[in-house]
């Protein structure tokens, strides 16, 4: 079965960092781009980040650009969303999700495949 | 970045009613469009990639149409199940855009 569990959510106080995990199974991990959704409490989803299957490409959108890395380990068959000074607006779940298809950058089709998604929440 | 628009919000219907939701988006692409479904607490499931691809396992009263600046996701015949929010996707264009989304709700 294919399957995503993501990790490491939590409550951090703004300026804070977290690594969040999302570890793959089901499929061959390698040949696919990865990417992280977010979604604010009662709000809609927000394509934030993608990465391509050999990490030769990645993606960020501007709001998080500079503060959040991705990556990913294909020997462990998981990616990473490192979020450092974060702020209350981070404040979301966060879903890694696979893309539909083999292809050779971060992205280019629709994501078939979610994680339960991990909460992260900014507060003092 | 491309804004995507979803009509209606809300969306109040009865089981068995045919529902039709419309996405616009603010430039005009081809076929990279996808809609999925998301109940409360759940993750996204993709029901609809390239705007009419019916994604493997999911019901055909699901259809979506549409190219340019206009796609709808059309439900056939509304079940129990359906009751849910929906947004569609756009990966035409860097960053991949979501629309607001909406929730269809039992009459």
């Known amino acids: 079965e294919v399957q995503l569990l993501e990790s490491g959510g939590g409550l951090v106080q703004p300026g804070g960092s977290l690594r969040l995990s999302c570890a793959a199974s089901?499929?061959?991990?390698?040949?696919?781009?990865m990417s992280w959704v977010r979604q604010a409490p009662g709000k809609g989803l927000e394509f934030i980040s993608g990465i391509s299957g050999s990490a030769g490409s990645t993606y960020y959108t501007d709001s998080v650009k500079v503060r959040f890395t991705i990556s990913r380990d294909n020997s462990k068959n998981t990616l990473y969303l490192q979020i450092d000074s974060l702020r209350a607006e981070d404040t979301a779940v966060y879903y890694c999700?696979?893309?539909?298809?083999?292809?050779?950058?971060?992205?280019?089709?629709?994501?078939?495949?979610w994680g339960q998604g991990t909460m992260v929440t900014v507060s003092s | 970045d491309i804004q995507m628009t979803q009509s209606p919000s809300t969306l109040s219907a009865s089981v068995g009613d045919r529902v039709i939701i419309t996405c616009r988006a603010s430039q005009s692409f081809t076929r990279w469009l996808a809609w999925y479904q998301q109940k409360p607490g759940k993750a996204p499931k993709l029901l609809i990639h390239k705007a009419s691809s019916l994604e493997s396992g999911v019901p055909s009263r699901f259809s979506g149409s549409g190219s340019g600046t206009e796609f709808t996701l059309t439900i056939s015949s509304l079940q129990p199940d359906d009751f849910a929010t929906y947004y569609c996707?756009?990966?035409?264009?860097?960053?991949?855009?979501f629309g607001q989304g909406t929730k269809l709700e039992i009459k």
């Open positions: 999700a696979k893309t539909r298809r083999v292809a050779g950058t971060w992205g280019g089709d629709a994501f078939d495949v």
């Open positions: 089901g499929f061959t991990f390698r040949n696919y781009a």
């Open positions: 996707q756009q990966y035409y264009s860097s960053p991949y855009t």
